[in-house]
């Protein structure tokens, strides 16, 4: 499959000073928060390949959806402005919607908005087929991404991030045996786990879930997972079975935050200088320290996080959680 190419890949992999000092295990990280910066975190390597779908497609107009601070939707919006084409993010609206964050930069790069509630939300197949349809009236051509960029085509993105991996640890003189990342709509999950079978590596990949429970999560990875077959010419299997989520650290929900998570994020930020983001990162980091000391993955040699991006997160109302109104 052909790709557009802008994200800067490869990111470096780094050693964490974090894990040695208060475990002494040794964990390494993979900035994909380095793939660029209003590109930012791991959904431009899944955008690159749907970007460049659109495009054969002869596609002007994307369209997608997610929550009202998704770093899919502006990703999407940036990379849009990018290439001349328009884009529409169907956002669901929180109990907070300020003009902040990732809403602020997909107001900057001039994408439509279009607020939903929770409800509606919940099943916007026949709302994006209308929306289409109005667009296909007034002369366009629309491109349809699912939330997260999580199809088939998308997280082959997160293939090549595996090959890349590979590639590294060939320079680096060392292999990973456990890869851990945040998990979500599952994309990139899928695409690391895809590829670990495709090349016959047996890693044992971790996912830590910041939206759905395990079963849930579970399913979404194999619908994905199944849906790449088709572009890699494959007709793997994948079982439930082996798909390694932990669903622990989702804590008091998608979006929502508790102190001890964001005290955890300071500490991180402040003994090891590197920022994680309160809905993906933070969480899933704080998962993995939590895992290590009760003991998990006592079989892990050399693990490697993937920091999967989230800085704009950062609203108003977690910063107020963590040091008050200024
Ligand atoms: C979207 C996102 C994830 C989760 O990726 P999925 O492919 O949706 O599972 C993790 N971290 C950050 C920062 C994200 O924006």
């Not at 791991?42 to 009202?68: F, H, M, V």
């Not at 990162?281 to 939590?290: D, E, I, S, V």
């Amino acid at each position: 499959m052909n790709k557009i190419t802008i994200a800067n890949v490869p990111t470096k992999i780094e050693k964490l000073n974090f894990f040695n000092k208060h475990l002494n295990k040794t964990v390494y990280i993979k900035r994909d928060d380095q793939t660029g910066m209003a590109t930012s975190g791991n959904k431009i390597r899944k955008l690159e390949y749907l970007l460049q779908d659109a495009q054969n497609q002869k596609c002007d107009y994307l369209i997608t959806s997610g929550g009202i601070q998704s770093n899919h939707a502006r990703a999407t919006a940036v990379l849009a402005a990018k290439f001349r084409m328009k884009t529409l993010l169907i956002l669901k609206a929180g109990e907070i919607n300020r003009m902040e964050g990732n809403l602020f930069f997909n107001q900057l790069v001039g994408a439509k908005i279009k607020l939903v509630s929770e409800e509606e939300y919940r099943d916007l197949t026949p709302m994006i087929e209308e929306l289409k349809e109005e667009l296909i009236d007034s002369g366009h051509r629309p491109y349809v991404i699912p939330m997260g960029g999580s199809n088939g085509i998308g997280a082959q993105g997160y293939v090549d991030a595996y090959y890349e991996i590979l590639h590294q640890e060939q320079e680096l003189g060392l292999v990973f045996d456990t890869i851990v990342v945040t998990s979500g709509s599952g994309g990139t999950y899928a695409g690391l786990s895809y590829a670990n079978k495709e090349s016959h590596q047996n890693k044992t990949i971790i996912g830590i879930s910041v939206l759905n429970q395990e079963e849930q999560a579970v399913r979404d990875i194999l619908h994905v997972l199944t849906d790449m077959n088709q572009y890699r010419d494959n007709h793997f299997c994948f079982s439930a079975s082996e798909i390694n989520i932990i669903d622990r650290y989702i804590g008091l929900g998608y979006g929502k935050s508790q102190l001890d998570e964001l005290k955890f994020i300071e500490k991180f930020a402040q003994e090891e200088g590197l920022l994680l983001d309160p809905v993906y990162t933070g969480k899933a980091m704080y998962g993995l320290y939590n895992e290590l000391k009760n003991g998990s993955f006592q079989k892990s040699q050399n693990i490697l996080f993937i920091h999967t991006g989230g800085i704009f997160g950062w609203t108003d109302e977690k910063i107020n959680m963590l040091y008050g109104a200024v």
